[in-house]
């Protein structure tokens, strides 16, 4: 078991910065891929990033490739989201989530997942 938590979400400009952080239970951390999904109001949940579990592999949805950065630190448990220039439309709910196998940008195929940290991007 995976027991994954978000934080660092809130309210900012339109261009501004901000860090997500999902901190991981459990002994096993650094064999899971990690990925970020997000989920705007009336809208299906969508891939952001994912990083692979030894931090070796990186992919980008196209919206964000060039603002955000993925990243991992396995003696911390921790992934991080690096937002760069963040745009109104990156205004949702954003999810970390963990799968033990593959590299992929199929929300399905994760395992677990975490509660969601909201980020606001005012115009």
């Known amino acids: 078991q995976v027991q994954l938590v978000e934080s660092g979400g809130g309210l900012v400009q339109a261009g501004g910065s901000l860090r997500l952080s999902c901190a991981a239970s459990?002994?096993?951390?650094?064999?899971?891929?990690m990925g970020w999904f997000r989920q705007a109001p009336g809208k299906e949940r969508e891939f952001v990033a994912v990083?692979?579990?030894?931090?070796?592999?990186?992919d980008y949805a196209d919206s964000v490739k060039g603002r955000f950065i993925i990243s991992r630190d396995n003696a911390k448990n921790t992934v991080y989201l690096q937002m760069n220039s963040l745009k109104p439309e990156d205004t949702a709910v954003y999810y970390c989530?963990?799968?033990?196998?593959?590299?992929?940008?199929?929300?399905?195929?994760?395992?677990?997942w975490g509660q969601g940290t909201q980020v606001t991007v005012s115009s």
């Open positions: 989530a963990a799968n033990r196998g593959y590299f992929t940008d199929s929300a399905r195929l994760y395992t677990y």
């Open positions: 990083i692979s579990a030894t931090g070796s592999r990186t």
């Open positions: 459990g002994r096993t951390f650094s064999t899971y891929a």
